[in-house]
Nanobody
Framework: HVQLVESGGGLLQPGGSLRLSCEAP????????MGWFRQAPGKEREGVAV?????????HYDDSVKDRFAVSQDNGKNTVKLEMNNLKPEDSGTYYC??????????????????WGQGTQVTVS
């Protein structure tokens, strides 16, 4: 069983910044794939950002967060971070860390996630 533990959620005003972190000590891989999804009340879960590293790093972002969010990994560690800037009320929701699975090299819509975190709440108001 692979456990993903998120941290860093909170309440903040529009225009603010926040960093989410996720650790997955039991996640082993040949190629690294970790990222973030989010779900707002009454809406479906949607992909936010994913980072793939199979020798070169490739990141994919949802159009709504491009140029505002940045996904990254601590070197050699089973972690993923999400730096969120210029936050908007529509960024509010529960943010889920995700890891592993298949297809993430090709983007969020292609990613079949292997493991999920429990979620951390982000509220922009």
């Amino acid at each position: 069983h692979v456990q993903l533990v998120e941290s860093g959620g909170g309440l903040l005003q529009p225009g603010g910044s926040l960093r989410l972190s996720c650790e997955a000590p039991g996640y082993t891989y040949d190629t690294y794939c970790m990222g973030w999804f989010r779900q707002a009340p009454g809406k479906e879960r949607e992909g936010v950002a994913v980072l793939w590293d199979g020798g070169e790093k490739v990141a994919h972002y949802d159009d709504s967060v491009k140029d505002r969010f940045a996904v990254s990994q601590d070197n050699g560690k089973n972690t993923v971070k999400l730096e969120m800037n210029n936050l908007k009320p529509e960024d509010s929701g529960t943010y889920y860390c995700a890891a592993g699975g298949t297809g993430c090299r090709n983007g969020l819509s292609s990613w079949s996630v292997g493991y999920w975190g429990q979620g951390t709440q982000v509220t922009v108001s």
